[in-house]
């Protein structure tokens, strides 16, 4: 079920404390987990991720001057989209306005309230499920109509061109495109979506730990994935991305150690996608997703050890969750922190999730919190009526 409800009342309830005047436009927009396929969006391979329940909501209203207020704080932000960047929040909002410019979209002012029930920094895409949702509801102050693909593009142009956040397209789509009981399948190497069956209920554990796509960790391995690249063409591989090399190929690289780790963690993940497309094709509602399962425990042992970017509490919490009888979980998002995801049978995954928190409490002195979601929908306009 759909929370966009009340996180919309709260940002309308937000506008109407911060701002004088009333909203014009409002949307929400979900977070999203990865089921497979992690740091291959900006390697051109196929990544299968979900939307979940918990949304931002964006509520806006035309201004003199652009201001914008958070729940987080409750401060109100006076920024100039035609400025520099300042590392605060609202680049994002400010990087949004820019690349509605582009499209026509032209703006002398706005307020803008938001509200979240997506953690930032827990690799949940807070920053997509933002932006996405920004560009839905200032884009309706101008009365633009714009596709949920466009959305999805002005939202990775206002992250990746504006903020300068080096990354894939996957968590901006998922953001806009995402159906209940659908993952997205989408080949970023074709520019092709696909939207397939998934009725499973996912666990979220959040572990606490959590990182800045604006850090350098990220944008490092995309660095790294690059540099990997052009090495492979100058050997001779007949390559445009990394995502194109088969497994059988990698033992050809010649490469650094940490470049064919980079390199080999891409090219497994793209296989077991594909592996998780079939499976999800074929599957019936009612069966079991252990083998679904168990390509996402293979995902994260790929992420710690090849792509070196989990983090201990997830690789504690992936190994207690499959001993607890899960069929599978990995740290989902960019790394180094954040969510871990599980999928287990549902007559024993509420047993699981209190013993993890449990085991997690005594290891680290501190209870996760877990919540489940099943596969949601994508952006959307709200009312501005009373809430």
């Known amino acids: 079920m759909s929370q966009s409800p009340s996180v919309t009342r709260t940002a309308l309830a937000l506008f109407g404390r911060a701002f004088r005047g009333r909203p014009r436009a409002a949307a929400s927009a979900p977070g999203r987990v990865n089921l497979i396929g992690e740091h291959v969006d900006y390697n051109g391979g ?54 509605l410019g582009r499209r026509g979209v032209l703006l002398s002012g706005a307020s803008i309230a938001v509200a979240s029930q997506v953690t930032p920094g827990a690799g949940l895409s807070s920053s997509a499920a933002l932006t996405v949702a920004a560009a839905r509801a200032i884009a309706g102050l101008d009365g633009m109509r714009l596709t949920d693909a466009e959305i999805a593009e002005v939202a990775w142009e206002a992250e990746h061109d504006e903020v300068g956040v080096k990354c894939g397209r996957m968590d901006q789509t998922i953001s806009a495109l995402a159906a209940p009981a659908k993952a997205l399948l989408f080949d970023t190497g074709k520019n092709e979506i696909r939207h397939l069956p998934f009725r499973g209920k996912l666990w979220l554990i959040d572990t606490g730990v959590r990182h800045r796509l604006t850090d350098g960790g990220y944008n490092q391995r995309r660095a790294e994935c690059e540099e990997a690249l052009q090495a492979l063409q100058l050997q001779g591989f007949r390559i445009g991305r990394l995502a194109e090399l088969t497994v059988a190929e990698v033992a050809r690289c010649q490469l650094a150690p940490h470049l064919l780790r980079r390199v080999r963690h891409v090219v497994t993940e793209t296989a077991r996608v594909g592996t998780a497309t079939e499976f999800l094709l ?65 007559a024993v995954a509420p047993r699981i999730a209190v013993e993890l928190q449990q085991q997690f409490a005594r290891i680290y002195g501190r209870v996760p919190e877990v919540w489940s979601s099943k596969a949601s929908a994508g952006v959307k306009r709200e009312g501005v009526g009373e809430g």
């Open 46 to 99: 196929p990544v299968l991720p979900v939307a979940v329940a918990r949304r931002t909501a964006v509520v806006a209203g035309q201004g003199r001057g652009f201001e914008a207020v958070s729940e987080r704080d409750g401060v109100v932000d006076r920024f100039d989209p035609a400025g520099p960047m300042r590392g605060a929040w609202t680049d994002y909002l400010a990087g949004v306005v820019r690349a």
């Open 282 to 346: 074929a599957h019936r509602p009612s069966g079991p997703l252990a083998p679904l399962g168990k390509l996402m425990t293979e995902a994260h042992h790929s992420l710690r050890d090849d792509y070196q970017a989990s983090c201990e509490e997830a690789d504690v919490l992936v190994e207690a969750a499959t001993k607890l009888g899960a069929w599978g979980a990995r740290l989902t998002g960019a790394g180094w922190g954040g969510t871990v995801v599980m999928l287990a049978d549902d």
